[in-house]
């Protein structure tokens, strides 16, 4: 078992930075994908981005690109989501996700994460 803990959520304004931390403890897995995914009021959880197990590979989803980063510790067993220039659509309550099959491929299917946090929120006021 894994357990997935999100945390660095809160309220901010348009324009502003927000930094989310998940940890990973209990039973982990060695070389694993891990994925960013947040839910909008009255909508399905969608694919934020993600990152391979080595660091070095990352997607991310269009509407975020080039505003969001996404690192990670491996030390740590902690995954980082670095949100800037933050907008009012970002509002979402965000989960990051274990792909414990994959280490290199990042999927943006959340049918391919195994293992889920209990989310943290966001709120961007306009």
């Known amino acids: 078992q894994v357990q997935l803990v999100e945390s660095g959520g809160g309220l901010v304004q348009t324009g502003g930075s927000l930094r989310l931390a998940c940890a990973a403890s209990?039973?982990?897995?060695?070389?694993?994908?891990m994925g960013w995914f947040r839910r909008a009021p009255g909508k399905e959880r969608y694919f934020v981005g993600g990152i391979s197990w080595s660091g070095r590979n990352t997607v991310y989803a269009d509407s975020v690109k080039g505003r969001f980063t996404i690192s990670k510790d491996n030390a740590k067993n902690t995954i980082y989501l670095q949100m800037n220039s933050l907008e009012p659509e970002d509002t979402a309550v965000y989960y990051c996700?274990?792909?414990?099959?994959?280490?290199?491929?990042?999927?943006?299917?959340?049918?391919?994460?195994?293992?889920w946090g209990q989310g943290t929120q966001v709120t961007v006021s306009s």
């Open positions: 996700a274990a792909d414990v099959s994959s280490a290199t491929y990042v999927s943006r299917s959340s049918g391919s994460y195994e293992y």
């Open positions: 209990g039973r982990t897995f060695s070389n694993y994908a």
